[in-house]
């Protein structure tokens, strides 16, 4: 029996971080709770805090124009189609809100593999350590092809107005990138990760110079599973582009950075709407980038790795906009977002970008069998 075969596709999505992090959420809640026990003047403060937080709410007029995951970006910017489009996105999304990784789902929900579908190809574009192409492989016990330059990106990635990353950011070569490799117990070969005993395939390059020749050598291959994670709207829009002929009425498309409206959500807008394509929302949950964490081999480092990884999420990076009220997107968090997110997002210490859907039809780009 190989490898594959012994790997248990449920466990696969793994969320111990958010299970620790619900913990301590759980834990600040009963001490809270205690501490209004000993002292009730603070259930007082407590609930003038909420009636003023209600009432702000009620007068707050930005509600809508700053999206989640980031709060960063003001949609009002955008021209009035692409304003409507993240809208209607937003609200067809809510009601799709998953607790795990949408890559995970989304692979562990293809068809096993099965003469009728050995030709189908499965993408993961955006590779890094190669987790993210190794686990999909795992979840849908099928060949995965990862794409990748192993340098890092290929242009800067400016995030909403939240932060810029530079060229070359994700090398293998980066510190983090090499503590990754050590703890995850990844090997690399010419600069490519190891496959580790999984079906799949590394194409070692820019997607702008790999992604058409590989589909070029498999003529008429249907794309099954598009994972988009190259970050940047150049890039994605290339990649979109270049795999449009291949797309098929049930291609799944998960985009790990959706929620970030001046990337991947707007490579997409632009691509639907020149092919006047219809699809449907499936899922919007969590980032796969954070399962390099799930990896760690030793369990006492893992352990550590959580509690880094949420003190980095909370106290420096994405989640700031829950506590930080000297950040203006504390305040676009706690007075513009629907009650329903306000939960979502705290349910989880890690980032809630990622968003599934699924091609129901071709418009422009003609009819192929599904
Ligand atoms: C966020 S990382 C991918 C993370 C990975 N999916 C995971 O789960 O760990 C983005 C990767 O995209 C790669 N990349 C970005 N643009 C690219 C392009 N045009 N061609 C090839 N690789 C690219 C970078 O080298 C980087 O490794």
Redesign the pocket.
Known sequence: MGVIERIDRRAVDRTTVHRIWRAILIVVALCVAVACFFAPVLLAVIGILLVLLICARVLYRGRGRYIPHLYARDISIYDQDYQAFIENSLSDLRSCKISGHTLLREAARLPDPSPENSDELLL??????G??TRLVSDASNRTVYG?????????DWQIDDQMLLKKGT??LSDPVAQRFIRDTGVTLHDGVPDVLGRKVQYVK????D?LAPFLAARPGAAIKLFHM????YE?CL?GLETCKDRFVVGSILVF?EYLVTNGEMLAFFEFQKRYGLDWRYRAWGLE??E??VEMVTSRWKRMLYYLASIVVYCGGTTGLYTWAFFERRFWRFWLGAPVGDIAFMLGAAGERKSVSLEITGLGKLGSRPA
Do not use: I, K, P, R
């Open positions: 993961d574009l955006g590779v890094w350590l987790w993210s794409f990748d330059t192993f340098e890092g990106l290929v242009e994700f090398s390059g820019s997607t702008y790999t994670d190259l970050d940047t890039s290339h790990d796969v980038g399962m390099n």
